[in-house]
């Protein structure tokens, strides 16, 4: 038997969550759609283990698509166990309640994705979550904002339109040491480019409608735990009745086997343009944690094994909000458009 610890990380992608055996040797598994699952007696039905989340029991726990897109993304970035939710949004949600409750309080990355945000500001604070969101650069000083009422930490990095990295390891050390659990968007390294695992992180937010599905046809989100928070997790995402469709897990793990050659080469085309733009008279700076110059660069080059390829760029203050505009305007081959990931180049203004 292959000791699956050793198997590299684009070996993992091509063979995890795979059993064409069970299937009559069909390569992927094949698309089960259901809501019934029938039991082949009274008995069985009865003894059926509500925790078990790896069996199929009704549709709304998954069916083998399902199960097979969920552990070939665990496995690919080394976390317990997985769960597919129907957006990345959705993901963030489920994931945050799990922590929710009146009177707890939850420290958010002052640079998070707005959405996040949003959740937290208009539905966590009216059921009496009290959210206090904290400077990216923080490190271990986080310990110093945990109370005993502290049930979560949630981090992005890099943040979102802003770049910051975090110094994930030393604000897990400081979370742990008091309890408390840390939870992370991972979105923009993937479990291709970040093993969240091995640096502290206890549950992963991916909005797998970027890479890992990436091809700009599917919405997906996918939570990856540890095996200490995996039964808390997913018992919230049963309790608000999230499931997805098996066509999109389909979809979502097709994309998840090419992942590793769509980064790298993604990330290559990236820097050649992130230069380019770096050279120009009309920017500022370009931010982007690949580059040297960049204030994250040290903690990406010592946690991150790769960048993806969305950047952001600072025009200079006398370069006009109209000419950006113009610029986004005059691009032939860049679409206009929201979300990220997929194979085709996107360029929009974010302020302005
Ligand atoms: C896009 C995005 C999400 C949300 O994903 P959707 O599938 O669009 O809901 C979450 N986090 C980050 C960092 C994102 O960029």
Same mark, same amino acid.
């Given at each position: ?32 759609? &259901? ?138 050390? &400081? ?98 343009? &992130? ?39 600072e025009m200079k203050p006398e370069y006009s909000p109209e000419s950006t505009h113009a610029f986004v305007e005059a691009l032939e081959l860049f679409g206009i458009g929201a979300s990220w990931g997929g194979y085709e180049s996107l360029a929009l203004p974010t302020t302005g």
């Open positions: 038997m292959t000791d699956k610890k050793k198997l590299g990380r684009d070996t993992i992608a091509a063979h995890a969550g795979r059993d064409p055996q069970r299937f009559d040797g069909v390569v992927n598994t094949p698309v089960f759609r &259901a809501s019934t699952v029938l039991f082949p007696d009274l008995e069985s039905y009865q003894r059926r283990d509500p925790d078990d989340y790896k069996v199929m029991r009704y549709g709304i726990y998954g069916t083998p698509t399902t199960f097979a897109l969920e552990e070939a993304v665990a496995q690919l970035e080394g976390g317990y166990a997985a769960v597919a939710l129907p957006s990345g949004l959705a993901a963030i949600v489920a994931a945050l309640a799990a922590f929710a409750r009146s009177g707890a309080h939850i420290l958010i990355s002052d640079s998070v994705y707005q959405p996040t945000r949003n959740f937290c500001d208009k539905r966590l604070r009216t059921l009496g979550v009290d959210i206090e969101y904290y400077d990216p650069s923080i490190g271990s000083a986080i310990g110093d904002l945990i109370r005993p009422e502290t049930t979560a930490v949630f981090c992005e990095a890099p943040g979102s339109l802003t770049f910051e990295m975090q110094d994930i390891p030393a604000i897990a050390a &400081a979370a742990h040491a008091k309890g408390v659990a840390v939870l992370a968007d991972t979105t923009w390294a993937t479990p291709y480019f970040f093993r969240s695992f091995e640096h502290g992180v206890d549950i992963s937010i991916h909005a797998g409608t970027k890479y890992i599905a990436g091809h700009s046809d599917v919405m997906m989100g996918i939570v990856v735990t540890n095996e200490k928070y995996w039964l808390a997790v997913r018992r919230t995402v049963a309790d608000y009745g999230y499931c997805v469709s098996p066509d999109d897990c389909y979809l979502a793990l097709r994309g998840l086997r090419t992942i590793g050659v769509r980064m790298r080469q993604q990330q290559q085309s990236a820097i050649k343009i &992130a230069r380019w733009l770096q050279a120009r008279p009309e920017v500022m700076r370009v931010l982007y944690p690949a580059f040297e110059r960049d204030p994250g660069h040290a903690i990406w080059k010592r946690d991150f094994s790769g960048a993806c390829s969305l950047f952001g760029v």
